[in-house]
């Protein structure tokens, strides 16, 4: 299991600076942000098209006090894996790479390019921050946008179901595939730890839920509050896969127990997305949330 | 030693020193990759070998491994560089002085593997340095030269170069390699920090965020600069290999027999040994031909060109490619600035024989042409009615 994370083990160096172009009460940026001080300034910073494109300003500025290659939609793992190549012959095991992609250059457009390096299982971390749409061109169904979300381009909710990722990984049989959630930054800090400190080579995988003021509709204060909700009632689970084995993590170890979890229209009711459900759409989902446990519970026995 | 254009390619590499390659196979270009893994596998190269799952994964990687101070090098063709074709111009527009090998091949559909050069020519304002060879040989020398033109200083852009499929990809021919030593002077390790993109966390920068309106067309133009340079760089380059190999190169055009010529054949590629042939065997009857052979393309050698075909009654441009709507695309280029009459022929589309009998035939045509004052835009050549 992941050694608690606490405050204190969050230095206050930053290397993410305030004064970036991210929304207010964007989830994608604080997770940067913490991300970047639990793994230090060796640490190089991939990223594809997405919002934290935008977030870095214009040139000739950056808030990013790493060095960071703004790579093509598709190609973040591919870039990661050719970093890691050059770094690995030059001798540099001590600089880290991190490959930081939004749902769409992860679930889909990078889908290929992410299963490539998951199989070659190259030595780096790679985190998609999911804000459930493509939020950069301002929120376009992915492949990660959860069943009946309203989008701009599924105006009357999607109608297919979110893809997991962390699934997929799984089935490339690497060293570490998590789940998290940038309204509980210590247990993210404390996989990106794990995943950083594993004397074991190969591809490190944490899938972060973002929550999105602006494409999900909720309000900038709300961030942390909606994120609390979405793991809360059991709609998003925190995990870690780690030799072979599920373990829940965070509040979700308390939330097998349907009784536990708060009630789910709790956290659709907070978001414009989710605003024209029916009740018999909300039911739906409160299914496909219990059927998501339950195939949890089972995944868990087996392993 | 006897190689086939792909392996001489191959050799060049490891000569050259690469230390990341990044590649996924296609037909005609995979021996160039199958024996570079064979050479990092055996230890005979200290490299890195990415296996990617793409050709758009495989310049990626590239592009990556040389913003951390690593000489990279791919090998494509045809569907699999058009693939790659976005990060093509990334790698031309970001300045990462990756090299490429595209074994030319016809696009589909229909399905073909047979030689065509529209691969190579749909990726010329790319940003990259395109050069083609005419053999085995040259594969081997262009090979070690990209690299030092690549990651010249005046320059820092990527080079690709075109070898024809199965003429030269596949055909073994005698190929002189270089001493260790005579290369390591002539191509010394990439000092990273004279790179444009260094990914250094001691001196952290961000490559690629937001440009606006305001910066954009200056930094373009300072791409457009490094390419004024660029045809001083490669001559060097070739001047520099010439001492270290002791034999002749081409710079950016060859000339064959033009001083005196009425018609001048301009080609690229393989089968400009044919078409020198062909000048060969028109002078015994009597006609004075000559040959151009670009062996560069990016930069366009304007004047190289047009000094060499000052004296011709007739331009000749052959073209094993084409642009719909346009017309064969170094024709289309060249009548941009040839003040001469020019008779543009598209011919060899698909790997269709070229022989130096049409070389002969395409040479008296436009002579023909020039002298009846016909206007015609282009021949296709050996077409079946």
């Given at each position: 299991?992941?050694?608690?994370?606490?405050?204190?083990?969050?230095?206050?160096?930053?290397?993410?600076?305030?004064?970036?172009?991210?929304?207010?009460?964007?989830?994608?940026?604080?997770?940067?942000?913490?991300?970047?001080?639990?793994?230090?300034?060796?640490?190089?910073?991939?990223?594809?098209?997405?919002?934290?494109?935008?977030?870095?300003?214009?040139?000739?500025?950056?808030?990013?006090?790493?060095?960071?290659l703004?790579?093509?939609?598709?190609?973040?793992?591919?870039?990661?894996?050719?970093?890691?190549?050059?770094?690995?012959?030059?001798?540099?095991?001590?600089?880290?790479?991190?490959?930081?992609?939004?749902?769409?250059?992860?679930?889909?457009i990078?889908?290929?390019?992410?299963?490539?390096?998951?199989?070659?299982?190259?030595?780096?971390?790679?985190?998609?921050?999911?804000?459930?749409?493509?939020?950069?061109?301002?929120?376009?169904?992915?492949?990660?946008?959860?069943?009946?979300?309203?989008?701009?381009?599924?105006?009357?909710?999607?109608?297919?179901?979110?893809?997991?990722?962390?699934?997929?990984?799984?089935?490339?049989?690497?060293?570490?595939?998590?789940?998290?959630?940038?309204?509980?930054?210590?247990?993210?800090a404390?996989?990106?730890?794990?995943?950083?400190?594993?004397?074991?080579?190969?591809?490190?995988?944490?899938?972060?839920?973002?929550?999105?003021?602006?494409?999900?509709?909720?309000?900038?204060?709300?961030?942390?509050?909606?994120?609390?909700?979405?793991?809360?009632?059991?709609?998003?689970?925190?995990?870690?896969?780690?030799?072979?084995?599920?373990?829940?993590?965070?509040?979700?170890?308390?939330?097998?127990?349907?009784?536990?979890?708060r009630?789910?229209?709790?956290?659709?009711?907070?978001?414009?997305?989710?605003?024209?459900?029916?009740?018999?759409?909300?039911?739906?989902?409160?299914?496909?949330?219990?059927?998501?446990?339950?195939d949890?519970?089972?995944?868990?026995?087996?392993? | 030693?006897?190689?086939?254009?792909?392996?001489?390619?191959?050799?060049?590499?490891?000569?050259?020193?690469?230390?990341?390659?990044?590649?996924?196979?296609?037909?005609?270009?995979?021996?160039?990759?199958?024996?570079?893994?064979?050479?990092?596998?055996?230890?005979?190269?200290r490299?890195?070998?990415?296996?990617?799952?793409?050709e758009?994964?495989?310049?990626?990687a590239?592009?990556?491994?040389?913003a951390?101070?690593?000489?990279s090098?791919?090998?494509?063709?045809?569907?699999?560089?058009?693939?790659?074709?976005?990060?093509?111009?990334?790698?031309?527009?970001?300045?990462?002085?990756?090299?490429?090998?595209?074994?030319?091949?016809?696009?589909?559909?229909?399905?073909?593997?047979?030689?065509?050069?529209?691969d190579?020519?749909?990726?010329?304002?790319?940003?990259?340095v395109?050069?083609?060879?005419?053999?085995?040989?040259?594969?081997?020398?262009?090979?070690?030269?990209?690299?030092?033109?690549?990651?010249?200083?005046?320059?820092?852009?990527?080079?690709?170069?075109?070898l024809?499929?199965?003429?030269?990809?596949?055909?073994?021919?005698?190929?002189?390699?270089?001493?260790?030593?005579?290369?390591?002077?002539?191509l010394?390790?990439?000092?990273?920090?004279?790179?444009?993109?260094?990914?250094?966390?001691?001196?952290?920068?961000t490559?690629?965020?937001?440009?606006?309106?305001d910066?954009?067309?200056?930094?373009?133009?300072?791409?457009?600069?490094?390419?004024?340079?660029?045809?001083?760089?490669?001559?060097?380059?070739?001047?520099?290999?010439?001492?270290?190999?002791?034999?002749?190169q081409?710079?950016?055009?060859?000339?064959?027999?033009?001083?005196?010529?009425?018609?001048?054949?301009?080609?690229?590629?393989?089968?400009?040994?044919?078409?020198?042939?062909?000048?060969?065997?028109?002078?015994?009857?009597?006609?004075?031909?000559?040959?151009?052979?670009?062996?560069?393309?990016?930069?366009?050698?304007?004047?190289?060109?047009?000094?060499?075909?000052?004296?011709?009654?007739?331009?000749?441009?052959?073209?094993?490619?084409?642009?719909?709507?346009?017309?064969?695309?170094?024709?289309?280029?060249?009548?941009?600035?040839?003040?001469?009459?020019?008779?543009?022929?598209?011919?060899?589309?698909?790997?269709?024989?070229?022989?130096?009998?049409?070389?002969?035939?395409?040479?008296?045509?436009?002579?023909?042409?020039?002298?009846?004052?016909?206007?015609?835009?282009?021949?296709?050549?050996?077409?079946?009615?």
């Amino acid at each position: 299991m992941t050694a608690m994370f606490s405050i204190k083990d969050l230095v206050e160096e930053e290397y993410t600076l305030p004064g970036n172009a991210s929304c207010p009460g964007c989830a994608a940026a604080l997770s940067l942000r913490i991300a970047l001080k639990v793994l230090g300034p060796k640490t190089i910073l991939v990223v594809p098209a997405s919002c934290i494109s935008v977030i870095q300003g214009y040139y000739p500025k950056t808030p990013c006090r790493v060095p960071v290659l703004n790579v093509a939609f598709a190609s973040t793992a591919a870039a990661g894996s050719g970093m890691v190549a050059a770094l690995d012959l030059k001798g540099k095991s001590d600089v880290k790479v991190l490959c930081w992609a939004g749902d769409g250059g992860t679930a889909d457009i990078g889908l290929q390019a992410l299963s490539g390096a998951a199989e070659r299982n190259e030595n780096m971390i790679y985190v998609c921050y999911d804000n459930e749409a493509y939020m950069n061109t301002g929120t376009q169904r992915s492949g990660s946008t959860p069943r009946a979300a309203a989008t701009t381009t599924t105006v009357t909710g999607k109608p297919e179901r979110k893809k997991s990722v962390p699934e997929i990984m799984v089935a490339h049989r690497m060293p570490y595939v998590a789940t998290a959630c940038a309204a509980f930054p210590l247990d993210f800090a404390g996989k990106l730890r794990r995943a950083a400190s594993m004397p074991l080579r190969g591809l490190k995988y944490i899938h972060l839920l973002s929550p999105c003021p602006p494409g999900w509709r909720f309000p900038a204060e709300k961030t942390i509050e909606v994120g609390r909700l979405a793991v809360m009632t059991g709609f998003w689970i925190l995990y870690e896969w780690v030799d072979g084995r599920y373990n829940l993590t965070g509040p979700s170890k308390g939330l097998l127990d349907k009784s536990k979890r708060r009630p789910l229209r709790d956290y659709l009711s907070i978001q414009g997305r989710f605003g024209h459900l029916t009740e018999k759409d909300i039911e739906s989902l409160e299914e496909e949330v219990e059927e998501q446990w339950k195939d949890f519970a089972r995944k868990m026995s087996m392993t | 030693m006897l190689l086939t254009g792909n392996h001489a390619v191959a050799y060049g590499v490891r000569d050259a020193a690469a230390e990341v390659i990044a590649a996924y196979p296609i037909t005609p270009q995979t021996q160039i990759v199958e024996k570079l893994a064979e050479f990092v596998e055996k230890g005979q190269m200290r490299a890195r070998y990415v296996r990617v799952e793409s050709e758009h994964s495989a310049m990626a990687a590239c592009i990556a491994a040389e913003a951390c101070g690593a000489r990279s090098f791919t090998a494509t063709s045809s569907q699999g560089l058009l693939y790659m074709s976005e990060v093509v111009f990334w790698a031309g527009l970001g300045r990462f002085p990756v090299t490429m090998a595209v074994v030319t091949r016809t696009l589909a559909p229909p399905w073909s593997i047979w030689n065509e050069h529209t691969d190579i020519l749909s990726q010329r304002d790319a940003g990259w340095v395109i050069m083609m060879c005419e053999n085995a040989q040259e594969a081997y020398d262009t090979a070690i030269q990209a690299f030092r033109i690549a990651e010249d200083e005046r320059l820092l852009q990527p080079v690709m170069y075109g070898l024809d499929a199965f003429t030269i990809s596949h055909t073994a021919e005698e190929v002189d390699l270089l001493e260790k030593g005579d290369v390591e002077g002539y191509l010394p390790p990439l000092d990273p920090k004279k790179l444009r993109v260094y990914m250094d966390p001691e001196s952290p920068g961000t490559f690629g965020n937001l440009v606006g309106p305001d910066m954009m067309m200056e930094m373009r133009h300072s791409i457009k600069e490094a390419f004024e340079r660029a045809r001083e760089v490669i001559k060097g380059a070739v001047k520099e290999y010439e001492r270290i190999s002791g034999r002749r190169q081409a710079g950016l055009i060859e000339e064959y027999k033009c001083r005196d010529a009425e018609v001048v054949i301009v080609t690229m590629g393989a089968s400009s040994g044919d078409a020198k042939d062909a000048v060969d065997a028109l002078r015994e009857r009597g006609v004075r031909a000559g040959l151009v052979r670009l062996r560069v393309i990016r930069p366009l050698p304007r004047e190289e060109i047009l000094e060499a075909v000052k004296g011709a009654k007739v331009v000749a441009t052959v073209d094993r490619d084409y642009s719909f709507g346009y017309g064969g695309i170094l024709g289309g280029e060249l009548a941009g600035f040839v003040k001469n009459t020019m008779c543009r022929f598209v011919a060899g589309l698909g790997g269709r024989d070229l022989t130096p009998e049409d070389f002969q035939g395409i040479a008296l045509k436009a002579l023909d042409v020039a002298e009846k004052g016909e206007e015609r835009e282009e021949f296709w050549w050996g077409l079946k009615r």
